[in-house]
C-alpha cells in the first residue's frame, strides 16, 4: 500500500533540523505539504490591534516563499493557501488520500483549538503526528516533570545544563524524483493579507529578509565572517546597528531557524575560534527562550491573564490617552519615545529597549500590560507567543521575576545612551 504524508507546517519554516518533514520522509513514499495564512491571525484583536501586522506579515510572506523552493529542490511540494487550516488541511487529506499528518506541537490555546478543529475535519484513521520540534532541551529530556518547572529562572538553568544533553540535529534525504508534483497555489501578497506595501526605514537595525535561507547566513555572518559573537556579552545590550546582538529571534520565532541549529554551531566556534562568556551567553539566551517555553506549558493560559501565573492583583488603568502616547512615543520620557518610534516605524526594538518601555508601561504608568503586550504582538517582526508574554510578565509583577523591580527609565538611558546617539536617531523628525 502506497503511503501518503501531508506536512501541515505552522511554526517551523524551515527543512533543517525538521522533525516533522524527517519523520514524514521516512514512513512514506510520497510527501506534501501545506502552509496556511490562516485570515484570523491577520484581523483586529480585541484591544484593537491587526494580530499579525505589516512588519512580520512581509517577514513571513518572504520565509514561506523561500521555503516552498527548498522544498521543491527535496521533490517536496508545498502548496499554499490564504484560508483556515481546518478546511484547507481536511481538503488535501481527503482528495490525496493522506494516511498520515505531520506538524508540530503547541500548547497555547488559539494553536490548540486550530489543532483540535483540523484533527476533527479529517478522517478519523489518520495518523496525526505531533513532535515537538522548537525546543533547546527536549520536553522529554528535561530532569523534571512540566508541574515542576522552577518559577526561578536560575534554578531551570541550572538543573537543565547539568542533566540535559542537546540532541543532535535531524537530516531529511531528498525525496525520489517521482514525488515531484506541480504547487499550482500563489502565495499571498501584503495587500491580500490586508497590509499597504511599505519601505523599510534606513535607520532600521534589522534590514534582514525573512527565510531560512538569510536565517542560516546570518549564523554564519555573525559567527565566522565577522566572529562578533566572540563580543555578544559585551555588546547584547546596545541599541544602534545591526550588530550589537545576533538578532535570531525573528528566524527562531517562525521556525527558520533551530535552536539547536545555534547550539551546535556555536559548540563549534568554541572548538575552532573562542570559548569565552559571550559564546556561553548565546546559550544562556536559548535557555531563556525555552524557560519562557516551559512557563507556559505549566500555567496555560494563565499567561494571557490580567493577574498573570502569580495570581497577583494590581489596580490596572487602560486609559485610552496614556495607552496613544505611548504607542506614538509622545511620553514624558525621551528614552521611552525613541524605542516606541523604533518599533512603530520598522518592528524591531532592542532587548533593553523593551525591558524599559514595558515596565514604564506597566509599572509607571500602571496601564493593563496586556494590552502593552498585544501590541507587541502586533508589531514585533520577531513575535513569539511565549517571550512576549512572558516577558510582559515578568516586568509587570505578575511572572518569574522575584525582584519585582521598575525599571528607572532615566538612569536606564544616562547608562546605555550616554551620548544619545539612539534617542536622537528617532526622536528627530521622522523620515516616514
Known sequence: MTKTGLVWFRNDLRIHDQISLVK????????MAVYCFDPRQFEKDRFGFVKTGKYRAQFLIETVSNLQEE???LNIPLFVHHDVPEKIVSEYVKIHNVT??????????????????????????????????QFLYHPDDIPMTIDKIPQVFTVFRKKCEKYVSIRAMETISKMPEKNRVPHLTKIPSLQDLGHPNFQSDPRTAFPFKGCEKAGLQRLQDYAWNTKKLSYYKKTRNGLVGTDYSSKFSAWLANGSLSPRMI??????????????????????????RDFFKYISRKHGNDIFQLEGILHKPYEWSSDAKLIQQWIDGETAEPFVNANMLEIKHTGWMSNRGRQNVASYFARTLQLDWRIGAAYFESLLIDY?????YGNWLYVSGVGNDPRNRTFNVKLQAERYDAHRKF????????LF
Open 263 to 288: 547550539y551546535h554551531e556555536v559548540q563549534k566556534y568554541e572548538s575552532e575560534i573562542v570559548k569565552n562568556q559571550s559564546t556561553y551567553w548565546m546559550i544562556f539566551e536559548l535557555i531563556w
Open 423 to 430: 534617542q536622537n536617531r528617532w526622536l528627530q523628525t521622522s
Open 384 to 388: 513569539d507567543v511565549h517571550s512576549n
Open 24 to 31: 514524514a520522509a521516512k514512513e512514506n513514499s510520497f510527501v
Open 71 to 73: 522544498l521543491n529542490a
Open 100 to 133: 498520515s499528518v505531520y506538524l508540530q506541537k503547541e500548547w497555547t490555546s488559539e494553536e490548540v483549538k486550530v489543532a483540535e478543529n483540523v484533527q476533527k475535519a479529517i478522517p478519523k484513521d489518520t495518523n496525526w503526528v505531533e513532535s515537538y520540534d
